[in-house]
């Protein structure tokens, strides 16, 4: 199982987005793919239902699913959401990334 942390502000924009678009009970799927300036991107989706070959568990009474080959890089991950003058969004905070680019939205592990 992956240890992932939702803050409050960032589980309350998810659900929100989830019923905006009509997705109620779905799950936050989150993962990693290769792209950006560092190398790997972070991307997340919802998802209706997990299948075997994913992780799941809940997090800050959220449903949240992680592949198995983006899992060890996601471990410990926190997601935030922030609203601000400067920046407003959701922020990512990997306790694995060796390296991030300014913007925030890749890294190397």
């Known amino acids: 199982m992956v240890t992932i942390e939702v803050t409050p502000s960032?589980?309350?924009?998810?659900l929100k987005i989830m019923e905006r678009q009509g997705k109620p009970g779905a799950a936050l799927r989150i993962y990693v793919q290769?792209?950006?300036c560092s190398g790997l991107t972070y991307g997340?989706?919802?998802?209706?239902?997990?299948s075997g070959d994913e992780v799941a568990f809940e997090g800050s009474g959220l449903t949240v699913v992680v592949d198995?080959?983006?899992?060890?890089?996601?471990e410990g991950l926190k997601v935030d959401y922030l609203l601000g003058?400067?920046?407003?969004?959701f922020?990512?905070?990997?306790?694995?990334?060796?390296?991030?680019?300014?913007?925030?939205?890749?890294?190397?592990a």
């Open 34 to 36: 290769g792209g950006g």
């Open 44 to 50: 997340m989706s919802f998802d209706k239902r997990e």
């Open 68 to 74: 198995k080959a983006s899992a060890p890089l996601l």
């Open 85 to 89: 003058l400067e920046a407003s969004g």
């Open 91 to 108: 922020k990512i905070f990997n306790p694995n990334a060796k390296e991030t680019c300014s913007c925030g939205k890749s890294f190397s």
């Open 10 to 14: 960032a589980r309350e924009q998810v």
